[in-house]
């Protein structure tokens, strides 16, 4: 049971928009930065956005986060077949004193 | 450019202690701000923290492991040391270890490419 709360599964068709949600808590999301990570079966996790909203050197500015008290999105614009991945979010707790993970959400690009 | 390994053996046997090794270039662990962390992620389940290291040798542990797990770094070798102690099955997962900064406010931001451990029983 992961403490940030992701959607399982999202699809959507090709060129059009998606969003996936980070539900959390005071101690995490809605008191410290959310970063957000891709990743194919397989493979290690990346970075696509951090600190809520800000696009890494080399991600695609296809990508865009952001935050609503304790809630954050991911969002996805102009949806390819190369962006079927897992999505991950991440923030650090208070009260953990470490870093918490959401259950990953799984994008299929119909 | 930043890069981490992680090694370690591939199999161990339930109540062995784990010890995995995180090789990193690109950056030291005496910079302030920066730490390694270990993450874990069983087959086909979620991302799970399990301990961070910072430049100034202040350890977190993940509070449901952390009576198992012992983080180690050694500066001039440029390596961050995670044991676990009392392996079990349910232990079998691919073991990251991730870079992270906090003077850049990126967060985990470099991950290695992941060791696969089997518990077997």
């Known amino acids: 049971q992961s403490i940030l709360t992701q959607p399982p599964s999202v699809s959507e068709a090709p060129r059009q928009r998606v969003a996936i949600s980070c539900s959390g808590s005071?101690?995490?999301?809605?008191?410290?930065?959310v970063n957000w990570y891709r990743q194919f079966p397989g493979k290690a996790p990346k970075l696509v956005i951090f600190?809520?909203?800000l696009l890494p050197s080399g991600v695609s500015d296809r990508f865009s986060g952001s935050k609503s008290g304790t809630s954050a999105f991911l969002a996805i614009s102009g949806i390819q077949s190369e962006d079927e991945a897992y999505y991950y979010c991440a923030a650090w707790d208070d009260i953990v004193n470490g870093w918490v993970f959401g259950g990953g959400t799984r994008l299929t690009v119909l | 450019q930043i890069t981490l390994k992680e090694s370690g053996p591939t199999l161990v046997t339930p109540t062995q202690t784990l010890t995995l090794t995180c090789t990193f270039s690109g950056f030291s662990l005496t910079t302030s701000g920066v730490g390694v962390n270990w993450i874990r992620q069983p087959p086909g389940k979620a991302l799970e923290w399990l301990a961070l290291i910072y430049w100034d040798d202040d350890k977190r542990y993940s509070p449901s492991l952390k009576s198992r797990l012992t983080i180690a770094k050694d500066t001039s070798k440029n390596q961050v040391v995670l044991a676990m102690t009392k392996m079990d099955p349910v232990d079998t997962a691919t073991y990251y270890c991730a870079h992270e900064d906090n003077s850049s406010s990126s967060g985990v931001d470099v991950w290695g490419p992941g060791t696969t451990v089997t518990v077997y029983s």
């Open positions: 005071s101690s995490n999301v809605g008191n410290n930065a």
């Open positions: 600190y809520n909203d």
